[in-house]
């Protein structure tokens, strides 16, 4: 199948990006960043999801919009409208049969920074807009929210023992998750799953479940 991944350089969107590859599938990699996978069924488009001349995509089937940033005074622009421009720029596309978008944990308890959490409790509420729209055409329309994840924007947090102690301890597993975690969640909901539609997976080794119980 031809596969678009947004924000396919580096963290989860190139996680999913490998995944789809290493599956035999053609991904179409986009993102402002250069090209960071090598493969001979990959194809890099250096772009801005926000541009109004996106490049084309012959049949593209599968639509994962991973693309984002943690700039506050960018959020809004990139994460939510950036976003939704990209997924109604391929949703007309024939061939279409998933969308696929990555929120936060964040759209749901509004932690961290107030236009970054807006952005993504925006995209969860758009991608159900979408899958009320493309479901006449049997499409499915989903989104994972995932916590705290082992990428390169969290570096900051990663290289101290005592930030990362501490992110750690606020989640009932005592971990963050893997981005190839994500992937593999991103594969099955948008090529095994026939009959999840308009969903949002939270995905945050239980931190919106941690709370101490007091009698």
Partial sequence: MNVIV???SRGIGRAIAERFLAEGHRV???DIAEQG??????THLVCD???????????????ILGAGTQDDAEAISVNLEGTIAFAEKFAASPALRSVLF????SARNGAEFPRY???KAGVV???KNLALALAPRGITV???SPGGVITESNAHILESAELYAAVKAETLLGKWAEPAEIADLAYFLTVANRSMTGEDLLVDNGEQLKSNFIW
């Fill in 49 to 63: 999801i926000r541009s109004p001349e996106l490049p084309a995509v012959p049949d593209p089937e599968i639509v």
């Fill in 117 to 119: 959490a807006a952005s």
């Fill in 102 to 105: 990555i929120a936060s944990a």
């Fill in 142 to 144: 989903n989104s994972i």
């Fill in 28 to 30: 179409f990699g986009f």
């Fill in 6 to 8: 947004t924000g396919s």
């Fill in 125 to 127: 509420a758009y991608m």
């Fill in 37 to 42: 996978i090598d493969h001979p069924a990959y």
